[in-house]
Structures are given as structure tokens and as C-alpha cells.
């Protein structure tokens, strides 16, 4: 293999340059965060797991109309995506009460909200991604007032949306991490897209019978069995076999390469959305 350009290494993802301009090849690592990196571990095949549930959720949010910057999967631990500016903010919708809300509003776990909620973190590691509203995001320039509309509606239909994929599996949406970014045409229009990953890292997930924990909250809170609540998300969707690819802390090489290759098509193929504001008129003389 010849040598890549590490362009940016995160918590759970490395960036790499891409084969073409304007791409880049994302890779799942193993490693386990939580607590702004406080908490460290490194569970075998997190990655792999991960990988393959974003890449067909991110598929399927494509077919109702949201431009993700998924492209393909090229392996097990890798995909190919398109190369967006990152917009620093961390979009958190919640259904469910539940983490840092119950511990901010006195909320007792599993409440239900009589609405989805909509929350902003500002994405920077060294604060502790604070919390902050939309008046901070206008006003220091991390997205304007026609961005932001834009991400809140996408917001709430990839929220409609997953709530329907999930329940159909038995599994509840309590909450989950957005992240989004821009992609400028050749004329200068700006799109606004879909980025990062959504898998059982970023969503917390419940069984719908149980209420069994069946995402990072069980590495969060010690609960054990992380890879294995992984794997029946993506049993559950279709993704793998029914025993899983990871048995006893090995991945099964041959069985997980042997998985089918995920394409986005649709996003090859859209016609996207500017979301360009008019140049302001001057006011003409009377």
C-alpha cells in the first residue's frame, strides 16, 4: 500500500487524503473515548461495526433527500467521502432524557420529551464542547442565519427518519450527535451537508422491550458487552451475519471482508440545493 496523507486524527476516525480532489478516506479505529477523552480503551472491531452502520444509514438518509458526504465503503475500516469544511458545531436532538440533560435539568432518565429537542455544542475538544445557543453561533460567525435553518430542518428529518428505521428493529432513539458541513460549487453556490458518522457512538440506542443500553453508554458506565450491543444493531439492520463477525475479541478477517460493499449512488447523482442567500439589493432613489 502506498503511503497516505494523514490530513486529521480524531478520538474514533482518522482523515486521509483521498484518490481524487475533493475527497478523503475515513478510517474507524478500535479506540473507545468517553468524557472528552478522559476515559480511554481499545475494543477490537468497534470500528469495523461502526463503519458499516454509518455507511447504510447515511445511505438511506440520501434516498429521503439529505446530501450526506458518503460516498462508498472501500473496505471493512474504510470509507470514501466527499471533502467538506466542517461547520464547529455539534447538533444533539433529543426524544428520550437522557446524559448530560438529566444532569443539567434534574430530569429522571427515560423521560420522554413532549417534543424533539434541539441542542448546539460548540465542537472544540480543549473547552469540553460547551453548550451554546444559536445567538452564539451567528454571532461569532460559525454559521449564518440561513445555514443554521438549514441544518435545524435536516435536523428533525433524519430525527423522523431514524425513529421509524429504528423502531422497526426494536430499538429506541433516545438521542444522537450531528455534525455538518459545507461544499462549495463551481459558480460559487454553498451547499450544506451531512458529515461525520452516525452510528451506536454517536446515537443512544434502547431496546424497546428492555430498555438494555445498546451504545457507548455501556463503555460510558462500565455496563461491559460494548461489541456485542454493537453487533445486534447491525444483526438487527442487516448488516451481518446473525453470530456476528467478532467472536471472543477476534474479528473473523475473512467473514468481515466478505461483507457487501455499501455505494451511495444517489449522492454521485443529486442535483443539491443552494442554500445561497441573495446579494442585497441597493435602494434606489426616489
Same mark, same amino acid.
Given at each position: 500500500? #502506498?503511503?497516505?496523507?494523514?490530513? %486529521?486524527?480524531?478520538?474514533?476516525?482518522?482523515?486521509?487524503?483521498? &484518490?481524487? &480532489?475533493?475527497?478523503?478516506?475515513?478510517?474507524?479505529?478500535?479506540?473507545?473515548?468517553?468524557?472528552?477523552?478522559?476515559?480511554?480503551?481499545?475494543? +477490537? !472491531?468497534?470500528? @469495523?461495526?461502526?463503519?458499516?452502520? #454509518?455507511? %447504510?444509514?447515511?445511505?438511506?438518509?440520501?434516498?429521503?433527500?439529505?446530501?450526506?458526504?458518503?460516498?462508498?465503503?472501500?473496505?471493512?475500516?474504510?470509507?470514501?467521502?466527499?471533502?467538506? $469544511?466542517?461547520?464547529?458545531? $455539534?447538533?444533539? @436532538?433529543?426524544?428520550?432524557?437522557?446524559? #448530560?440533560?438529566?444532569?443539567?435539568?434534574?430530569?429522571?432518565?427515560?423521560?420522554?420529551?413532549?417534543?424533539?429537542?434541539? $441542542? *448546539?455544542? *460548540?465542537?472544540?475538544?480543549?473547552?469540553?464542547? &460547551?453548550?451554546?445557543?444559536?445567538? %452564539?453561533?451567528?454571532?461569532?460567525? =460559525? +454559521?449564518?442565519?440561513?445555514?443554521? $435553518?438549514?441544518?435545524?430542518?435536516?435536523?428533525?428529518?433524519?430525527?423522523?427518519?431514524?425513529?421509524?428505521?429504528?423502531?422497526?428493529?426494536?430499538?429506541?432513539?433516545?438521542?444522537?450527535?450531528?455534525?455538518?458541513?459545507?461544499? *462549495?460549487?463551481? *459558480? !460559487?453556490?454553498?451547499?450544506?451537508?451531512?458529515?461525520?458518522?452516525?452510528? &451506536?457512538?454517536?446515537?443512544?440506542? =434502547?431496546? +424497546?422491550?428492555?430498555?438494555?443500553?445498546?451504545?457507548?453508554?455501556?463503555?460510558?458506565?462500565?455496563?461491559? !458487552?460494548?461489541?456485542?450491543?454493537?453487533?445486534?444493531?447491525?444483526?438487527?439492520?442487516?448488516?451481518?451475519?446473525?453470530?456476528?463477525?467478532?467472536? !471472543? /475479541?477476534?474479528?473473523?478477517?475473512?467473514? +468481515?471482508?466478505?461483507? /457487501?460493499?455499501?455505494?451511495?449512488?444517489?449522492?454521485?447523482?443529486?442535483?443539491?440545493?443552494?442554500?445561497?442567500?441573495?446579494?442585497?439589493?441597493?435602494?434606489?432613489? @426616489?
Amino acid at each position: 500500500m #502506498s503511503k497516505r496523507t494523514m490530513i %486529521h486524527e480524531g478520538k474514533a476516525k482518522i482523515i486521509y487524503e483521498g &484518490p481524487d &480532489p475533493g475527497t478523503l478516506i475515513q478510517y474507524f479505529k478500535d479506540d473507545a473515548t468517553a468524557f472528552n477523552a478522559q476515559k480511554k480503551d481499545t475494543i +477490537a !472491531g468497534k470500528g @469495523v461495526l461502526n463503519n458499516r452502520i #454509518s455507511a %447504510h444509514i447515511m445511505t438511506k438518509l440520501e434516498g429521503i433527500g439529505i446530501p450526506t458526504h458518503f460516498l462508498k465503503s472501500l473496505n471493512m475500516r474504510e470509507q470514501l467521502v466527499r471533502a467538506v $469544511e466542517i461547520i464547529p458545531i $455539534e447538533v444533539v @436532538v433529543r426524544n428520550i432524557a437522557a446524559g #448530560s440533560i438529566c444532569k443539567r435539568l434534574g430530569l429522571e432518565e427515560g423521560t420522554y420529551l413532549p417534543q424533539p429537542l434541539v $441542542e *448546539y455544542y *460548540y465542537k472544540d475538544d480543549k473547552l469540553g464542547d &460547551p453548550m451554546i445557543s444559536e445567538h %452564539h453561533i451567528v454571532t461569532f460567525g =460559525w +454559521a449564518d442565519i440561513y445555514e443554521l $435553518e438549514e441544518i435545524v430542518s435536516m435536523s428533525y428529518r433524519i430525527n423522523d427518519f431514524l425513529n421509524g428505521m429504528f423502531a422497526g428493529i426494536g430499538l429506541k432513539l433516545v438521542d444522537f450527535k450531528l455534525e455538518f458541513g459545507r461544499l *462549495y460549487g463551481d *459558480y !460559487g453556490e454553498l451547499y450544506i451537508m451531512l458529515a461525520d458518522e452516525i452510528s &451506536p457512538d454517536n446515537c443512544r440506542l =434502547w431496546d +424497546a422491550e428492555t430498555n438494555e443500553k445498546m451504545d457507548k453508554d455501556r463503555f460510558r458506565q462500565d455496563l461491559g !458487552g460494548l461489541v456485542e450491543a454493537y453487533q445486534q444493531v447491525a444483526e438487527r439492520l442487516g448488516l451481518i451475519p446473525k453470530g456476528g463477525i467478532i467472536q !471472543g /475479541g477476534n474479528i473473523n478477517e475473512q467473514l +468481515a471482508a466478505g461483507l /457487501g460493499e455499501i455505494e451511495n449512488e444517489l449522492a454521485r447523482e443529486r442535483r443539491l440545493r443552494s442554500i445561497n442567500k441573495p446579494k442585497p439589493q441597493k435602494p434606489t432613489k @426616489v
